[in-house]
């Protein structure tokens, strides 16, 4: 069984993007933006909601296009639509049955990339199985939640902690269903 990993940057208060989607004060350089990089190489595919995807567009990444190149990527969505998608996106319904299916496949663990309600979705589905934070420390006052507004509260075993520049910080967790 394929393991989730939800691998994101996070602001001291919690917030993985802050208002109007501002990713500005996060770290874009350094040995633990390498890192993230060269860990990335590790999956084959990539979850994300609709909105994380989007998000992409402010950056270039074309409609259908996948925004990392050597992954499949699974869209979760129940609106969004592709003229010409590439064949590695697919766009699936937001349905826990697509998210086991997908698990149960072979491959690698499965990035979960980005988005805070997509996120909580699965948290509180129990289907996310390692949290991998990339800890800046900044505060960034508002914006979007780790977790989207999930209220489920549940244990984590950390099983990893680095230390970087700059007061960056990598936790790695499991999560305790």
């Known amino acids: 069984m394929r393991k989730i ?14 208002p109007d ?3 500005e004060l996060f770290a874009t350089e350094g040995a633990l933006v390498e890192k993230y990089m060269q860990d990335l190489q590790n999956f084959d595919t990539v979850i994300m909601g609709r909105k994380t995807y989007e998000f ?4 270039g990444l074309p409609p ?3 925004a990392y190149p050597h992954m499949h990527h699974y869209i979760f969505s129940n609106s969004l639509e592709f003229e010409n998608p590439n064949e590695q996106v697919m766009v699936v319904k937001q349905d826990l049955s697509e998210v086991r299916k997908l698990k149960a496949t072979e491959g690698s663990d499965i990035y979960l990339c980005g988005g805070g309600i997509f996120a ?6 129990k289907l996310i199985d390692t949290v991998k934070l990339k ?5 960034l006052g ?13 244990k984590l075993h950390q099983t990893n902690a680095e230390e970087f520049e700059g007061g960056l910080s990598l ?3 499991d999560v305790q269903y």
């Open 5 to 18: 990993e939800y691998y994101v940057a996070v602001s001291l208060d919690g917030y993985i993007a802050g």
């Open 21 to 23: 989607e501002n990713i």
């Open 56 to 59: 992409g567009y402010k950056f």
């Open 64 to 66: 259908g296009q996948p």
């Open 120 to 125: 909580g979705w699965l948290l509180e589905n």
């Open 135 to 139: 800890l800046n420390p900044i505060i």
């Open 142 to 154: 508002g914006g979007t939640p780790l977790f989207g507004d999930s209220q489920v509260a549940i």
């Open 171 to 173: 936790r790695t967790y």
